[in-house]
């Protein structure tokens, strides 16, 4: 597929401008915590009318950032229906998870009985809501991966600190239990990347034009744990039930985004999901109903009712891919 390539000042500033606010919160939150409330919320406006902008227009092109010696090749952002729909919809969450997360954490620093941390809690929420916005534009797998890494750590340190012990496990073990589920799958979908690009000699996806049956194997079971489907879903409702409310609800959104790169990767590539389509619906199918099962049982404790209702609709995400994507390419 040949994209246009044209440069883009203003979405490059757009996504860059979170992760200036996320800094300047860093520094000033401490003693300015409005203050800090206030940038990061607004630092996700220009992205929110920029996308919905793009979105109208409908047009599709590249958006070059550099290049960078092979096998990682040049590094693209791109806009298109796809991203920019995602993007402004990241960023409207941002927004008002930024302005929610003013009340909440000043009750939650009184009752862990500590200083408002707010220049600590905005840096890193800002910094995982931002490379979601740069996961979802990025089009360059070393660009991808970087942006999962942010999106994982950032959650872990927030949860380590500021989360809740639940369901007899310690906010610690909780946020321990993720990280270790997030970087092994973090570290598959890595591996699944390198040998992408040794393949090609790239990781520029614009330029990727076969991606092998291993390796998108490795990606594919790297984003389900993240997704999370059936199976590696067991990590999701202790880390709901322990993340401060705000977190859980940013989550919610970047568990999404892992259908959003198996698209991106399908479009590519997409023999893999039609191969095995059959076998992916069936286990997403079957999977969605014993994952619901969870929402029977947890009904009376709200944040895991919500992470098994949120586990269950990542299923029906797997469905609704293998789907609408084999009417994408007819």
Known sequence: MNIPIHSDPVLIVSLALPFVASIIAGAIGRKFSRAAMIITSISFAPLFVYASYLLSLGEVYLVP???????????????????????????????????????YMKHRFHVLELPEQFDVYY????LCAASMELLIYAYNLLLMYIALEVSLITPVILIYYYGYDTQGKTRRWIALLYFVYGMLASTLFLIGAVMVALENNTMDLATIRSISLIAWALMFIGLLIKLPSFGPHVWIPWVHGSHPTPVAALISGLVGLMAYVLA???????????????PILVYAIIGGIIISLGVIRH???????????TAANSTYLLIGLALVLMEYLG
């Open 264 to 278: 991106r990767l399908y479009i590519i590539s997409p023999y893999f999901i039609n191969e095995f389509r059959l």
């Open 123 to 126: 840096l890193l929420f800002t």
């Open 65 to 103: 950032l550099g290049s960078l010696p092979r096998p990682i090749g040049m590094v693209y952002l791109i806009s298109d229906g796809l991203s920019n729909a995602f993007g402004l919809a990241i960023a409207l969450v941002g927004i008002a998870l930024e302005i929610a997360s003013y009340p």
């Open 299 to 309: 009904q009376y404790h709200y944040k895991w009712l919500l992470a098994y209702s």
